[in-house]
């Protein structure tokens, strides 16, 4: 495990920020934005979720209830130090992170989704399950940011046994979505060569939050919390976070 792939843990204010990463990517891809948090006096945590940030193949062999278990001890461990807590995920950190305001929403008073992922429209994932079969990996998707020499430390393939546990956990959380209440801000590049909109449209359609917006973001691509666009998704988080529950935003 590299160091950038190591999680993240400061003790802060009675606000607490927890930040989930994506598949096959690492706590690295979330870093500077919990850094953000950090200095603005908050409580943050970016778990490591299983068979992340060491190897593809050991990846392979956890499945999405594996990741759900670390960011949902995660959450138990943060709401024990503070009195509200902030749920960012970006790519599949936003979909585990939608079933924390499905499953715990007492425990999530905020949510942030940066190119959130439910569903892709991708046909090629329809033979997943059978392929998975007979090859371990394919292309990967990572990196996929317009920012020069950034980086996620994520994989360089696709884990495939690993990949279809996460469709699985899209239909698992889309079947539960109109169960989020939980004030929601969805921060969506335009260009994006991961997911494609049909996840943000879902997830705007299908949750029953009061205060739900979305702001674009036209200079990144998927990893966009690690691209141009990255202060002003920071700046405009934070601002949410304490037009919603009153924390500072560092403006």
Not at 63 to 71: G, I
Not at 80 to 96: E, I, K, P
Not at 170 to 196: E, G, Y
Not at 200 to 218: F, H, N, P, Q, Y
Request: charge should be negative.
């Amino acid at each position: 495990m590299t160091e950038s792939a190591r999680p993240m843990a400061v003790d802060g204010d009675r606000t607490g920020v927890l930040l989930i990463h994506g598949f096959t990517g690492s706590p690295a891809s979330m870093r500077p934005w919990g850094e953000h948090f950090a200095a603005l006096g908050h409580t943050v945590r970016i778990p490591r979720l299983p068979g992340h940030g060491t190897t593809w193949q050991e990846m392979n062999r956890t499945r999405w209830q594996d990741w759900y278990a670390e960011v949902d001890a995660a959450l138990t461990e943060i709401t024990a130090r503070v009195d509200t807590v902030l749920v960012c995920g970006l790519s599949m950190g936003g979909c585990l992170a939608l079933r924390l305001a499905e499953q715990r929403p007492a425990d999530v008073d905020a949510l942030v989704l940066v190119n959130p992922a439910v569903h892709v429209a991708d046909k090629r994932l329809l033979a997943v399950p059978v392929v998975r079969h007979f090859i371990g990996a394919m292309k990967g998707i990572g990196n996929d940011i317009k920012k020069v020499g950034a980086d996620e430390c994520g994989y360089g393939c696709t884990p495939l046994h690993a990949l279809h546990s996460q469709m699985q956990m899209w239909k698992d959380v889309r079947a539960a979505m109109s169960h989020v209440t939980t004030p929601l801000l969805l921060i969506r590049s335009v260009v994006d060569h991961v997911v494609d909109p049909s996840s943000s449209r879902i997830i705007m359609d299908g949750v029953s939050s009061t205060t739900k917006r979305e702001i674009l973001l036209a200079d990144s691509y998927h990893v966009a919390t690690l691209d141009n666009d990255a202060d002003l998704l920071f700046a405009e988080s934070a601002a949410f976070f304490a037009e919603r529950l009153g924390a500072p935003d560092g403006r």
